[in-house]
């Protein structure tokens, strides 16, 4: 029979009637509440009635024993290593262990071996990658000045210098390689560009003759005209449409659709699974200032930092953060108090403040518009005023949604002082405005060129798009893609050299109100961070017609990382508003997400819609460059074309999505459920832990009066050993606490 | 049965990757910055401790608020005086490295934030971590009126059986629920 270790039992092996067990606090609850499903059976059936107990008395303390022996059990099937331990009780578990593997005779040990081995090889593999990882002791320098918010920035900046390297890599080894190697095999290529005499496959060169003066190359080379245009750079070079092998035939033009198909699927995934735990927390966590107070103080101080003044930095930071939010409580119970005019006066307020910023929006839209327009214009009337000129109103396009770019941010912090907001949100609602604003403009940029290449003016368009100012519009559009990235490349560099040195120098250098009143740059990670989501968003449309793209955006990243590593240390301090980690990575990745679905918006239209060049490209020989799927899925044997035929059908999308609905429907209502599960078991710990306290109260009473002497009085509770970390004592207890049997002492399971 | 002759011995290296979270690069790296740590008439001592002002001159410790408290923690000395010898300099840097699991880390996590040793996190210990974070000076420190309230809610966040006080269960529950607590609890030399 077991020993009890807290009741006493009789001869006859029956426990009176204990009147402890209905004075326990949670079963006065049960009673009150007359809830019996998940406490009663455990602890008392209260149908049974008082007899009941004496069973699950029994039982507990079985489940005692049971306890203590799966908690032994649970220590042995760990590694030795996930045991909270000093080195020392490590190594005689070790040895413990080894004694016992001894009894498991040889196979057992060879097994055991064997799976140390293996372990401790793939260890080593994992660690061999990880020191191959680009920046790591760059980034190792980072961390230990400025802490995880700065380093998210740069860590994100790596994924995406890699990215953008694998999605070169895909675009080279399936559309260049197989043109370049066409010589030295014995392949034979069919090409596009038939002079069939039509008026849409006319195709002037655009290579410069004569005598070319030298700015000329240059402004070639920064706009990607010249003799830059019929390079493996733009689109308009790959005219091979198949290459004939002796076995097979490689169709270019299908290889070129489904390679742009799987870059930006490459990218999705790639984003997805980065971010996946990233999501988990953030969506998780519905209720969003639940948690925050802990998160903030158990894990608010970074370890990592070695530098005294980021020490120092982060300390003030962690107190600017407390203090707001603190604040934010209490105005949140301020808030609550509002009348019903204040209220009235405030949405009027935002309102109107809403309606100047869209007008501010649209006014900055519109003049990207106007600039496209007229920079389209010049180029087609070549007019030549002068070297610097020309390159402007080449650039145009760029300067003006650099501009606003970078005016509506500081207009916007101004206008959200208005309009009232907790401060967590003000941020957020400033951001995501910034979002909008640079993410839209690109679309702008491009619509505007759209209503150039497909308005032929009063009547329909001949070959499908204005043929007289764009005999291969892809291309047109490259170049503007690949205008974009050099301008924003050299803006990034620009700023960097030219006004953050110059303000370091004036502040370090001339004590003066102004310096005073500029102050230091300070290292702003969300316009950091749009900055390069902006760049990357136009590699991702630019790579179709430009498939050098991806390598052009690398080798910018590349340079980024130093260009704003070197800033970062010599030029700035960084913010006095603390980033987190984990948040930085939902919204980097949030935004990168935005970015790519705004990316396929174009290059989906493009591809499906407006008809291909007939004068270049691989796709002269398709209306549009999407036919070329459908054609060759026609000359597909039988059973794949059936079953791509299936796949394509309505039954299937149909049934498609209904299945993914349901499977939703499920998860949301597990959540829930589970949700409920946790609140339940909440309340049953606070019941058990007001129970546990009763009996602590009654145990002292019981021992005062069995005692002959006073108890030895203690200052602490417990002893100078092990401290039971899982039972909170509370520490007023005046008399010596003794149990019957001592404290586990294992106090590390969870 | 620490090591500070002046190379590891193979047998040594795989028994200490075995036993903690580190590489065999990271256990090599230790060794050196631990032996420039000891004093030169100590250094082929076998395990040898260095108190804990030299502990404290590494500079991945000198700024942190809760270098002492590590220290403590991690020291297993008879005198409790925070010396750190080559084994527990290999334990501390387990704890807080990359692989080291949640569980690991929030158990040593809240023992240093225990200032008081009794095995529970009460307010005084919170008000302790929190002038520590903030920077321990009357200038810094928060009005007690804003140190309650901030308190108040860390119980109301953490403290399920609503006791006062946060135990290790309830304290691993919340760690577990925040998303910075991997990334900050990290040391790397």
Redesign the interface.
């Known amino acids: 029979m077991e020993v009890d270790p807290v009741f006493t039992i009789d001869g006859s092996e029956r426990i009176t009637i204990i009147p402890l067990l209905d004075q326990l606090p949670s079963y006065q609850s049960l009673l009150y509440r007359r809830k019996s499903s998940t406490i009663g059976n455990k602890r008392r059936g209260s149908s049974r009635g008082r007899f009941g107990s004496l069973s699950s008395i029994k039982s507990t303390a079985s489940t005692i024993n049971r306890h203590d022996d799966k908690e032994q059990g649970l220590s042995e099937g760990r590694p030795i290593r996930e045991l909270a331990m000093s080195m020392k009780d490590k190594r005689t578990e070790r040895e413990k262990r080894s004694v016992k593997a001894q009894d498991l005779g040889n196979w057992g040990q060879w097994r055991q071996n064997t799976r140390r081995c293996l372990k401790r090889w793939k260890e080593d593999s994992e660690d061999r990658l990880n020191s191959m990882k680009l920046w790591r002791r760059d980034i190792h320098q980072i961390e230990a000045r400025f802490g995880t918010g700065i380093l998210s920035y740069f860590s994100f900046l790596r994924f995406l210098v890699v990215l953008n390297l694998i999605i070169f890599l895909l675009m080279f080894c399936f559309i260049m390689l197989p043109i370049i190697i066409i010589p030295y095999t014995s392949g034979n290529a069919t090409y596009t560009h038939q002079d069939s005499g039509s008026v849409c496959s006319v195709y002037p060169s655009s290579t410069r003759r004569g005598l070319v003066i030298f700015h000329e190359h240059i402004t070639d080379l920064l706009s990607g005209g010249g003799f830059l245009e019929q390079t493996y750079l733009f689109y308009g070079f790959y005219k091979v449409d198949k290459i004939h092998y002796p076995s097979c035939t490689y169709n270019l033009a299908l290889a070129y659709l489904l390679a742009t198909i799987s870059y930006l699927l490459v990218s999705l995934i790639w984003i997805v699974k980065r971010s996946a735990t990233g999501f988990k927390q953030n969506l998780v966590k519905d209720e969003d200032s639940f948690q925050c107070f802990c998160n903030k103080i158990f894990a608010g101080w970074d370890f990592c930092i070695t530098n005294e003044k980021a020490a120092e930095l982060k300390r003030s930071s962690l107190l600017y953060e407390l203090r707001t939010d603190l604040e934010e409580e209490r105005m949140k119970q301020e808030k609550a108090k509002r009348t019903r005019k204040d209220k009235c006066q405030i949405y009027a307020i935002r309102f109107i403040l809403n309606l100047f910023v869209i007008a501010v929006l649209a006014a900055c839209f519109y003049s990207i518009y106007l600039a496209t327009t007229f920079s389209q214009e010049q180029q087609r009337n070549h007019v030549k005023v002068n070297f610097i000129v020309d390159l402007i109103y080449e650039y145009l396009p760029s300067i003006v949604i650099t501009m606003a770019n970078f005016i509506t941010p500081l207009l916007f912090s101004v206008i959200i002082n208005y309009e009232d907001y907790s401060p967590a949100f003000e941020i957020r609602f400033t951001l995501i405005r910034c979002v909008f604003m640079r993410l839209t403009s690109i679309g702008v940029l491009l619509f505007s060129l759209w209503s150039q290449i497909t308005n032929c003016g009063e009547e329909e368009c001949f070959c499908g798009y204005n043929t007289a100012l764009y005999s291969c519009w892809e291309t047109r559009v490259g170049q503007e893609m690949y205008k974009l990235t050099i301008f924003d490349f050299i803006i990034i560099a620009a700023v960097t050299i030219l006004v953050e040195f110059p303000r370091k120098l004036i502040v370090t250098y001339w004590k003066s109100g102004f310096s005073k009143w500029w102050g230091e740059q300070e290292f702003g990670i969300p316009q950091n961070v749009l900055e390069i989501v902006y760049g990357q968003t136009i590699c991702w449309i630019g790579t179709f017609y430009c498939p050098l793209l991806p390598a052009i955006c690398t080798i910018k990243y590349f340079f980024v990382f130093y260009i704003k590593k070197l800033s970062l240390i010599k030029n700035c301090r960084p913010s006095t508003r603390p980033f987190r980690a984990s948040s930085s990575n939902f919204f980097f990745l949030g935004v990168l997400l935005i970015g790519l679905a705004l990316a396929c918006v174009p290059v989906t239209v493009s591809v499906a819609q407006i008809n291909c060049s007939q004068a270049c490209g691989p796709f002269v020989n398709y209306n549009t460059s999407w036919e070329a799927l459908p054609k060759a899925a026609l000359e597909l044997s039988d059973g794949p074309r059936t079953f791509l035929h299936a796949l394509s059908s309505e039954a299937f999308a149909v049934s498609f999505f209904v299945v993914s609905c349901l499977a939703m429907f499920y998860v949301i209502a597990l959540a829930g459920a589970h949700k409920k599960v946790i609140n339940q078991l909440k309340q049953q710990l606070d019941m058990e832990g007001q129970d546990k306290r009763y009996l602590i109260v009654m145990l002292c009473q019981a021992q005062g009066l069995s005692r002959a002497q006073p108890p030895a009085s203690r200052s602490k509770p417990r002893s100078g050993g092990s401290p039971s970390y899982h039972t909170s004592f509370n520490c007023d207890f005046p008399q010596g606490l003794l149990l019957v049997h001592p404290t586990p002492n294992s106090s590390t399971h969870v | 049965m620490g090591a500070t002759a002046s190379q590891l011995d193979k047998g040594m290296l795989?028994e200490y990757?075995?036993?903690?979270?580190l590489?065999?690069?990271e256990i090599l790296l230790a060794h050196k910055r631990f032996s420039e740590l000891v004093p030169k008439e100590e250094i082929d001592r076998i395990n040898c401790r260095i108190p804990m002002n030299l502990v404290l001159t590494l500079?991945?410790l000198?700024?942190?608020?809760?270098n002492e408290r590590i220290c403590k923690v991690?020291s297993?000395s008879d005198s409790h005086d925070g010396s750190l010898n080559f084994?527990?300099f290999?334990?501390l840097l387990?704890?807080?490295s990359d692989s080291a699991?949640l569980?690991?880390k929030s158990?040593?996590?809240?023992r240093i934030?225990d200032f008081d040793?009794?095995?529970?996190l009460?307010r005084h210990d919170?008000e302790k971590?929190?002038n520590c974070?903030?920077?321990g000076t009357d200038d810094?420190n928060?009005t007690p009126e804003?140190m309650r309230?901030?308190i108040d809610?860390?119980l109301e966040?953490?403290d399920?059986?609503?006791?006062?006080?946060?135990?290790?269960?309830e304290?691993?529950h919340?760690?577990s629920?925040?998303?910075?607590?991997v990334?900050?609890?990290?040391?790397?030399l």
């Open positions: 795989s990757q075995e036993l903690t979270y590489t065999k690069q500079p991945e000198k700024s942190n608020p809760f991690f297993t084994d527990d290999l334990d387990s704890a807080f699991t569980e690991i158990h040593y996590a809240f934030f040793d009794d095995g529970t009460g919170l971590l929190v974070l903030t920077g810094t928060l804003e309230q901030l809610n860390i966040e953490s399920i059986d609503k006791d006062g006080t946060v135990n290790l269960s304290f691993q919340v760690i629920r925040s998303p910075d607590f990334s900050s609890f990290k040391i790397v």
